[in-house]
């Protein structure tokens, strides 16, 4: 299957879904993005509405809300945003090895409640196909609710993804992934909105100084730095104001990672 026909199977798919009304878990990031775009397409055509549910979380960075209703406001989809604190279960809180199932179980619940409210038969997500070869045990979640994957059943990769959303001219299409804060801390710790806090403010700054992918890792009073390796040098030459910035945010140590940057490092 040439590109041309792998995007085409993708378009058919989500329309399909869109001759009824259909919500998409909507974060902001490409893959979600796509999606949005895709069915706003097929909806055009068919007639159904499309709903695209964001879920403002204390487990996710605060940026992401302005990213997705900027995202939103460019098309005609339904934009509604749930607030949701997850750390309202107490299983979620003590940061268990199965907290991203727990999490995402909590977490699209929600939505389902929502899409039976507004008479939508099918929730889209947008894993993709890379994501089904790394841990990602709130996949389990994803299948267990009925939850529609479509980039990952037609094999989009991530690379695919982008490169698609590019043709579009998504303005996320090349924006770094924002994970779930909760991934900066070893399983087993207990998560403390006063932490999480203090990481995205960290990564906030850091970024600002003109870095793409970047993770403190905590453990404890220490923090272990994760760049894409091409950064190094300039972690160097940002030395001094990165430790004045994460100490002044109560971290006593500040490591730089020298494997780089890696998504779910804490997995290993």
């Given at each position: 299957m040439n590109w041309d026909e792998k995007k085409t199977v993708l378009r058919k798919k989500i329309e399909e879904y869109t001759k009824g009304n259909v919500c998409i878990a909507f974060s902001g990031g490409v893959d979600s993005s796509l999606l949005l775009t895709l069915a706003c397409e097929g909806a055009a055509r068919t007639g159904g509405k499309v709903y695209a549910v964001m879920l403002d979380t204390v487990l996710h960075p605060k940026g992401d809300v302005?990213?997705?209703?900027?995202?939103?406001?460019?098309?005609?989809?339904?934009?509604q945003v749930i607030r949701v604190d997850e750390l309202e279960n107490p299983k979620i809180m003590e940061n268990p090895k199965d907290r991203c199932y727990l999490c995402k179980r909590y977490l699209y619940e929600k939505i389902l409640?929502?899409?039976?409210?507004?008479?939508?038969?099918?929730?889209?997500?947008g894993t993709n196909e890379d994501d089904l070869h790394q841990y990602r045990p709130g996949?389990?979640?994803?299948?267990?609710?009925?939850?529609?994957?479509?980039?990952?059943?037609?094999?989009?990769?991530?690379?695919?993804?982008?490169?698609?959303?590019?043709?579009?001219k998504i303005s996320t299409a090349s924006r770094p992934s924002a994970p779930c804060l909760a991934t900066r801390l070893p399983y087993g710790t207990r998560i403390q909105?006063?932490?999480?806090?203090?990481?995205?403010?960290?990564?906030?700054?850091?970024?600002?100084?003109?870095?793409?992918?970047?993770?403190?890792?905590?453990?404890?009073?220490?923090?272990?730095?994760?760049?894409d390796p091409k950064d190094f040098g300039k972690v160097l030459t940002h030395k001094d104001r990165i430790i004045r910035k994460l100490k002044e945010l109560g971290f006593s140590y500040v490591t730089l990672d020298l494997e780089g940057f890696r998504s779910g490092s804490m997995d290993l």
């Amino acid at each position: 299957m040439n590109w041309d026909e792998k995007k085409t199977v993708l378009r058919k798919k989500i329309e399909e879904y869109t001759k009824g009304n259909v919500c998409i878990a909507f974060s902001g990031g490409v893959d979600s993005s796509l999606l949005l775009t895709l069915a706003c397409e097929g909806a055009a055509r068919t007639g159904g509405k499309v709903y695209a549910v964001m879920l403002d979380t204390v487990l996710h960075p605060k940026g992401d809300v302005q990213t997705a209703i900027q995202v939103a406001e460019k098309t005609v989809a339904i934009f509604q945003v749930i607030r949701v604190d997850e750390l309202e279960n107490p299983k979620i809180m003590e940061n268990p090895k199965d907290r991203c199932y727990l999490c995402k179980r909590y977490l699209y619940e929600k939505i389902l409640d929502y899409a039976r409210e507004v008479q939508a038969p099918v929730v889209i997500e947008g894993t993709n196909e890379d994501d089904l070869h790394q841990y990602r045990p709130g996949l389990r979640a994803v299948k267990e609710l009925g939850i529609r994957s479509p980039l990952a059943e037609c094999g989009f990769t991530k690379e695919e993804v982008r490169k698609m959303a590019g043709e579009y001219k998504i303005s996320t299409a090349s924006r770094p992934s924002a994970p779930c804060l909760a991934t900066r801390l070893p399983y087993g710790t207990r998560i403390q909105k006063e932490v999480l806090k203090k990481i995205e403010e960290g990564e906030e700054y850091i970024r600002q100084l003109g870095y793409g992918n970047v993770r403190i890792r905590v453990y404890q009073n220490l923090v272990r730095l994760e760049v894409d390796p091409k950064d190094f040098g300039k972690v160097l030459t940002h030395k001094d104001r990165i430790i004045r910035k994460l100490k002044e945010l109560g971290f006593s140590y500040v490591t730089l990672d020298l494997e780089g940057f890696r998504s779910g490092s804490m997995d290993l």
